[in-house]
Every structure is written in structure tokens, then in C-alpha cells.
């Protein structure tokens, strides 16, 4: 046995057994290279020069250090320069035949940091100088993989994809190695890292809501007119179902009813009328009347009915089974032969009964000065804001209502539950589920969510309430009533897009670590699946790598009755600006009733993987006959044919050969069935261009798309009618005081 | 004696001092000595890239303050690697089989040799497992890391006597616990 002889050891081991032992331990030295993965060779040195650059721009010069304290540092630069301009003299003097000064080579590019990059444009590097074309374009590295040709403009380098445009949601690192010379032959410092994120496919809906101001706000809307017979001083102003007369008390408690399109006022109660309502079928109107309620039969105009409780109604209302009326002590409907008491008030402080909402299920009622919804099917209150609140009106169906704040108009359920907040204003809500916003200078329409406000008219509209029909209302101007129909509204989005705008917000919120924000898009069992104390997701990441961005990776339309769509969300975690490794949620969101807003209802998440082991997924679009998956990297056309497929819910391979070009891998002939589920699988044998694997298999399930109906994003999603089931406004909203 | 391109690393290691952004040189030549290592210690292959990353970002940061004292800059990561391995692992121990990393394919002898050798060499490995951690440290070093006795010094924080004991009580203390072994040649 021949061993190498080690003198070090001589000394040591002088016994034949130890050397015998020594012999036998370098024999069982390490032969191979362990595993090594160069992407995390390479990924660490480039997060080593991030961070050394960072260290470099920091470095303190070496004269302060010289001369310190600080005060001696201006005198220490003195002499510095004096020693520079001396070396650069000497240089000058010595450099034989060159002649020059060799400057330091700047790297800088205006992409460089930058998060939303646009897709189809080159890499620009600018140097400060003349550099040698060929030794610098053999010294770019860029990951992720990808194919590239270079051009020169002066001292701008131009790297461009030569599959086209740059990759979606991907992060670029375009190194400039070391190997990188200067047309006089310098060298660079040290490699250089312009590092930027490219943005999505297309642009993703806007977070927050933005005012759209109306080409062109007018002073006259359509079919605008005076109702002459509404007094100054009427309230429990309202319209029949079918939104042809709008009723109303006289101050002189006279219950009327003018036509909506204008004409002679109708006296139906004479005096004595404190409240009023009328039935949802349109057919009856409750009067409450010096302490009694009188059911009056609209056609006959004869009462029908009278009803008279202990203790004396107050307000009235109607529900799906009939009249209802809040008293003293709590809110009564009708029984058998008596009364029944359906809640009751809470037993301390002053109450006042405000408002039943259209389908009745609820009360708001005034507790000292919290505004208070009263479920009268569970008897349980939930306080709305904070104290002061004025209740503003309800949803048509009953499910959602408005109240005022400092900040504006709340849209709440009626859980309490806050949908948006609206500019202030006098608000009223459409069966359309448009909101209507009046005020003394002008009238704008918005939607629940917040979204798509619109400014339809300047000018006086005080107190609009929108007619059943969702398209003329009437308000108050100068102490008249009026009546006017509205422009048709700005197009509705789409269920996917109302959905997506959900999940950018709760996203974003995430990503600024605002929790109590993101949790306001978390329905009950949205909150379980982020609830920390069950070991659910995490809500707000912390800590390092940190959560830098995200993207929508996928979405679709899963479900209708009610609304539902899945998501999957791709999270990217970076340490020192470099994305470093990533994980997926499926967000499964519901619209719910009455604010019609989504809100998440499931969440999962995938495991965590590290970046820069192979291509990665970073856009998959889905049409019913097609599905392109689109890459990071440029990747080997022959990896592709039998590595990208596509799986039915039975685990059934649809869909025919995948054609690859310019990063994108499409597959056709499909038949994607709305609301079916499929899944995305891209194996281990697909490599990107510089002969990388993908690290693992990748799965991502996905829905099928929505059928196409002419929507009005142009996607063909159903734009869907929330209040088709809704009951007629048969309640008024607070009534006008002025 | 110093080591062959001793003077260019020292050169390497003076501008990497006056300037992070040339660490990266440093890095490219001993980047694969020391994740070997490391792999070696810890035997998987995710911790052995989180703790090189450490490594090198700790000497990264450290590197203004790097004092020259003539002995290899790899003593100097090794320092730091021996450190970190000691903390993120003192706790936890090799999972894999050791036969996985240590070579045992010698070629020469009949076959029967062959093998009795390499379960010699199996257990002598498995034995070095289980010393203490300061002479499991020094004999990796020198065994496999084959640095020389000022170098361990360096790394282990300790005199060059002070290794010199760790080798001899581990060495000897690995003859007492395997037992027969075959004498030296």
C-alpha cells in the first residue's frame, strides 16, 4: 500500500499502529465532489456582489481614516487630492507611449432596480467609456437563461432576448463580468449586476379606486323635471315597485302619491300619518296613525286592516311575511290573533328606531349614539362605526347598507363588516348596485366596492334615491323634488376582474404588512385559513428572505350562485433585493351578498422553492381551445414535446403536441369546459437553454374559462345580476330634512 | 515553506480588504474547498448550501478587518467555517451512511483484501464520528482537509501544540476503540 508521507505527522505518531491509523484515515478522504448545484454557486456569488457593491459604495475613503477625527477630514482630503493630482502628474509623465489615463469603468443602466419593466424592449447597459465589443459581450451573464443578441450604439450596450421580448414577472440579473475590457484595454473594478423585474403580461386591475371623471359632466340629466306636489318638508319620500309613483308624508302628516313621470297629487291619508311604508308587492301601503297601524289597499284605497299593540308602534315596516313595526321595547310583527315580539331593545340607554332595511331581516336603530343593526332573526345588535354614525340607506335586498363617517360613506354589511369607503356624499343604492353620491355641487355614481366612480352631472343633487328600476331617481334642488334618469353606467367588470381587484389589494396589503387591512378580505373561513393560532397560513410574512412581490399566476371563474373564483397567487421572497425563492397560494373568493364584494374563502399553500434551479413558470394563460404557458427561460425545443401536458380532472392527457417558441409553450385543441378543474404539468425533463432541469416536478391546477357571453371586459365572462332576487325598495331610506 | 501563488492570493486578499467588490476572486478560488467541507460535516445537500452561504457572507463582512499573519486565507475560512458548523450542528448528527462520502474504492489488492481494507477505512470513519468535537475537528483537517498543523491552528483558534495533542489523542484514541488493526507496513 503506497501512502502519501505527511513529515508534519512524523513527530506525532510515531507508533506504527497510529501511522497505520493515519494511513487509513487519508484513505478515506473524499474522492468526488460532493452534489453541488451551480445555480446556488453562482446565485451566491451574485448576492456577494450585490452586497460587496453595497459595502464599496459605503467604503470611507482612506484619507478620512488617515486623518480622522472627522475634523481633520476636509485636511485630509486637502492632502489627498495633493497626493492624487501628484500620482496622476507622475502617471502622466511616465506612461511611455500610451499617454493616457486609465478612468474607472462606470456600469449604469436605467433599468437597473426597477420593478415593472416593460416586456418588449432591450437590456441597456451604458458604460462611461469606449469599451471593446467582443471581450464585453463574452463577459455578460444573464439568468434567467436566456438567448441573446447584442448591439452597440456609442458606449450603449443593447442585450436583447432573441425569442423577442423580454419574460413577464421574472427578475433579470445582466452581469458584467470581470473579463469585460475597455477599447484601451482597462479593466472593470469588478463585475457589475443590473438587477430588475419585468412586469405582468398585462396589466392587472388597479388596486384602489380611482376616480373616472365623465368626458364630460352635465348640467341637465335626461328626462330631468320637477314633481310639483312634493312639499317642502315631506320625508318618508318612496316609490311603488314597479317605479311609477313615488309616495310620501306631508309635514301636516298627510300621506301622498304623485306619478314619477309628473302629474296631480293623489291624497290617500289625510293627517295623523308618522310613518309610512309600503308593501314590497306594491298592492298595500302600512300607515302608522295616531298610535295604530291601518293596512290600506292601494287600488280600493279603503283600509283592510288595522292593527294596535302595546307599547304603541313607533316605525314601520314590512317584511317577506308581512307588516312589522318597532315600539319602545323592541320590533312586534303581526301573529295569529296577537302580536308577536320578534326582538327586543337592549334594556339601558335611548333608542331610537330608525330604519327597517327592504326585506325587513334587520333594524337599525340609534343606541345614546352608536348607530346599531338589529338582527331579528338571532335578537343580536352590531355597532356600525364609531359613535355619531348616521345610517345613509340600505341595499336594495337588504343585505348591505351606508353609513356616515369622518372619511366619507362606509359600504358595510350588515354584519358590520366594511366593503369600501366612498368620497362623502349623500348616497343611495341601486338595484343596478350602483351607488348615486349627491351634494350641492354635484352627482356622481359609484359602485359598492368602490369602484369605476364616475362624476354624472354638476349642479345641485341633494338626497338622490335611485326608483326600483335602477335607471330614473328623483332628489331635492332648492327645497323642490325633481326626477332625472341617469346616463347608462360605465361597463360593469367583470366577475374575474371584480375578484382580481380583491386579491390585489389583500395582496398588497400582505406585502406592506398591514394585516388588519388584508384581513377585511377574509370571510370567516378565509380568517381560519390565515388564523395563527390554528397553525393556518401566514397572513403577514416576516423576517428574512422577506416578501418582496407577487403575481397572479393563474385565475378563473369557478362558480356562479353565488360568484366564485380561484386564484393562485405567487409569492416571491428575496434577501438583499434577489429574489431567492417562492411559494403559491390558491385563493378560493365568494362574492358575497349585499356588498357584492369577494372575499376569501379558502386559502392553500404550495411548498417553498428556491430560485434559480431551471425554468419557472411565470405565466399561463388559458382560452377554451388553448393554454400557453410561458417560461423565464429560453428553453431546448426537443425538452418540451413530451415534458409540458395538460390533465383533465380524471387525470386524462388533453390536449395535443405542445409547440415551444419564444419561451412560450401552447397547447391546442382543447376543450376547456367552464368551471371544470385541469391541471399544468411540467416535468423534470424540460431544461432551459443552458442545460438546466427544472428542479422538480411542477403541478398547478387551474379552472377552465368562463363562457364567452360578450362581457364587457371583452373576456366573455356573465356579467351577473347580484340583486335578481332581490325585493323591491319597499322601505325608505333616512328621510330628506331639507 | 509558503504555498505555491501565496503571493498572488495575499495580493488577491489586500484589494478585497481595500475593496469588497473584489472578493469575488477570493470566492471563485476557494468556494469548492470549503463547500466540500462543509458537505463533508454536515452530509445533506440544502444545509451544506446554507451554511456556505454564511460562510462566505460572514467572511464577505469581516474581510476589512482581516489581519494578514502569513498563513493561508483558507485557515481563515475554515475558521469561520468550523464555527458555523459547530453552531448550527452541535446539536445534531451525520445522517447519511459514511461510506457515501469516503472513499473506499482502492484499487490493487485481491479482492478479499480489498474488502477487509475497506472496512477498516469504514470504521475508522464511523470512529471519528464519535470523538470529541475538537479532535473530530483537527483530524478532518488534517486527514481530509490535508492542511498543514499552523493551518488547523488557524482555524481551530489553538496553538500548533495544542493540535498537534488533538491529533495524537484522536489518532490514538481511534487505535484503541477499533481494536485489531492490521500494523503498518
Redesign the interface.
Known sequence: MSMHHDPELDDILQDGELKHVADLLRAGRMSEDPPLDDAFRSALRRQLMNRAWGMGERTVPWWRNAFGPAGLAWAGAAVGVILIAAAVVFTALTSGSTGSLTRDVLVTSPMNDQSAVRLQQPILVNFNQPMDHASTESAVQITPATTVAFSWSANTLSVQPTSGNLAPNTQYQVTIGPGARTASGGKLAGPKTITFVTQPPTPSPSPTPTPVPSPSPRTQLPDQHQLPGIPTGASDIQWSPDSSTVYFVTGKGALDSVPAAGGDVTVLVPDGVTSAAVAPAGNRVAVLSNGKIDILDLKALVVTSEISSTPTPLLVGWSKDGVEWAAADGVYAEGTNLPVKLSSFPTSGSIVAISFAPDGAHLAYSLDQSLQVLDLTTGKSVALGLAGAQLLGWSPDGTGLMYSTAQGVVVSDVGGRTAATLPAGEPSWSSQDEILLGSDTDLWEVRPDGTGLTKLAEGTYHLPMWAPNGVTFIYIRGGAVFGASTPAPPPRPSALDAAASAVNIFMLARKNQDGVKASAYLDENGRKAYSSTSGGLNLVVTGDPSFSRYYLLTQSITGDHPDTAQFVVRIVLSHDKLDVSTYEETLTLVRTQGSQQFLIDQAAAGPLLTLGKGAEVVSVEVSPGTVKITFDSDLKPESVATGVIILDSKGKQVGGNPVYGNRTVTISGLDLKPHATYKLVVLPTVQDVGGTNIAAEYDLTFGGPAEAHGGANGRGEQIPSPNSQASPGATPSPSPSS | MSDPGRDDESDLVERAK????????L??RH??QI??FV??RVRE?TA??DV??EI??KA??AMPRYQDTGRPFAAWLYQIAVNAIADRYRTLRPSSPLEE??????G??PLEEEAA?RD???R??VL?EALPAQQKTA?VL???E?M??EDIAVAMGKTSGAV?LL??RG??R??DE?GT?????
Open positions: 481595500r475593496d469588497p467588490r473584489q472578493f469575488g476572486a470566492y471563485d468556494f469548492q463547500y466540500r458537505y463533508s445537500q451544506a448550501e456556505t452561504s462566505f457572507m464577505l463582512k462520502f469516503h472513499d473506499l474504492s482502492i490493487g489488492p481494507h477498516e477505512i469504514r475508522i470513519w471519528v483530524l488534517k486527514f481530509q490535508d498543514k498543523i498537534k491529533i495524537h489518532v490514538s481511534l487505535r477499533a488493526l492490521r500494523p503498518a507496513e
